[in-house]
């Protein structure tokens, strides 16, 4: 059963990523459609087709590695400056340039085609067209964050009780099979008669209202008699205990510390429970994600120093860490197959997801050829430079040939390339444990 789930879980993910760069590709291709730019092919993935079926001038198709996607627009790069490309070149460099410059030409048939080429996009067109699919990215994750946060909720201590303490710890006693050190004196939970599943409602008279409410008052209690109000198969109870003072670490902002001092003990564990959010709280939890993958992101290279003594070197995998996409799958099907509630199971599968766009919305603007960012970059330097040469009362520059940085967008790629295939046999030979 627990391997069923398990497969469960990697096919719903690996889904997951499809629709996600299909969601993202889509971003791109409406609007290029509707700014009458002419676009050949919409595919998913890379590499040899699986499937594929043409409606219209347009392609639509699967492919075998689904890493990516992509849309194929014709014209992404302007003619040279003589209106033609150059039938020679020298230099390496040069010669890739052209050669790249010819096959976008390639694609221009006629002169409606001509008309027709991305290049010749307004600014704003070209910045609608390539910000379409890292801001589809961004829609997703808000959408599906919300029904996490909204629907659901977060995993947060609540006012049920899920265990009981037998006894009150002894700092630097030994402990017996049961827990408890020889001679330890029972805690007040169990003196109490608390039970799994009852819910506090009151501490001395006061009403509970959070477990944070709840862990204070216990904390900052003096040793004597307390009374506590609880709901038990729905029906009001008082249970009476004796409060003990024990060596617990000083709590600041919601955060234990190093620092010990004598605090109050009752000896029971909350029962977590999922809690939803109002929708306000959305933006600023993607928010908060969204500064810590950007950090992430520039952590990158140097985090994957330690993917590769990891995966070379046997050493522990930092959860930390940049994980591959192989990586993930398999953890979403740990998920799936675990034993946690299957709510808890939605929302860790939601939470993936969406923090897999988000990924991809930060990823994607890198101003760098051949992300989403690169283009847009081009796109504000064009408008850029227009705006210098009428400021100067100057010929319109035209717009940037971006096949000048193809050599870049070769290197990042193949950087890129590398990097993945790092995390895929470090996902494969010395995956990240979840627990």
């Known amino acids: 059963m627990i391997a069923m789930l398990e497969f469960v879980g990697i096919i719903a993910f690996i889904f997951a990523i499809l629709f996600s760069i299909a969601w993202h590709e889509l971003g791109h291709l409406l609007p290029a459609k509707k700014f009458g730019v002419k676009v050949t092919q919409y595919m998913i993935g890379f590499g040899p087709t699986i499937w594929s079926r043409k409606k219209g001038e347009t392609e639509y198709g699967v492919k075998w590695v689904p890493f990516g996607g992509y849309i194929r627009m014709i014209g992404m790069f302007p003619p040279g400056p003589d209106g033609k490309v150059k039938s020679s070149s020298t230099g390496r460099l ?7 410059r010819t096959q976008a030409r390639e694609e221009v048939i006629t002169e409606e085609d001509e008309r027709r080429s991305f290049y010749r996009l307004s600014v704003p067109k070209k910045l609608v067209v390539m910000l379409g699919g890292p801001v589809m ?51 007040p939970a169990a003196i109490a008669g608390l039970q799994p599943g009852d819910v506090v409602t009151s501490y001395n008279g006061t009403p509970m209202e959070s477990w944070q409410q709840f862990s204070s008052a216990i904390r900052s209690s003096q040793p004597g008699p ?25 709590v600041v902002n919601g955060e234990p510390t190093t620092e010990l001092a004598p605090q109050g003990f009752l000896g029971m564990s909350p029962k977590i429970e999922l809690t939803p959010q ?24 140097t985090k994957l120093v330690g993917v590769g003594q990891a995966a070379f070197g046997g050493e522990e995998r930092d959860p930390n860490g940049p994980i591959g996409v192989v990586g993930v799958t398999r953890i979403s099907g740990e998920v799936a197959g675990s034993e946690m509630p299957a709510n808890f199971k939605i929302v860790q599968f939601l939470g993936m997801v969406a923090s897999l ?31 210098i040469a009428r400021f100067r009362h100057r010929p319109d520059p035209g ?17 890129l390339i590398g990097m993945s295939a790092l995390l895929l046999y470090a996902d494969v030979v010395n995956p990240v444990k979840i627990g």
């Not at 600023?284 to 950090?295: E, V, Y």
Request: net charge negative; aromatic share 8%; with cysteine.
């Open 226 to 250: 307390v009374v506590i109000g609880v709901l038990r198969d729905g029906q009001p109870q008082t249970l009476n205990t004796e409060m003990q003072l024990v060596e617990r670490p000083v």
């Open 399 to 415: 717009p940037v040939d971006v096949a000048k940085a193809l050599p870049v967008a070769y290197a990042v790629a193949f950087i």
């Open 137 to 187: 990215n961004l829609i997703l994750a808000f959408f599906l964050f919300s029904i996490l946060l909204v629907g659901f909720g977060t995993p947060a201590a609540s006012l049920t009780v899920s265990a009981v303490s037998e006894c009150t710890p002894t700092v630097g006693a030994a402990q017996s099979v049961n827990g408890c050190a020889p001679g330890a004196p029972e805690s």
């Open 278 to 301: 109002p929708i306000s709280a959305v933006p600023g939890q993607m928010w908060d994600l969204s500064i810590r993958t950007a950090q992430a992101l520039v952590a990158i290279p």
């Open 357 to 387: 766009n988000l990924f991809l919305f930060l990823f994607n603007l890198i101003p760098l050829l051949p992300l989403d960012g690169g283009h847009v970059a081009g796109a504000l330097w064009e408008g850029l430079r227009r705006q």
């Open 94 to 100: 040069t010669a890739m340039i052209e050669d790249a």
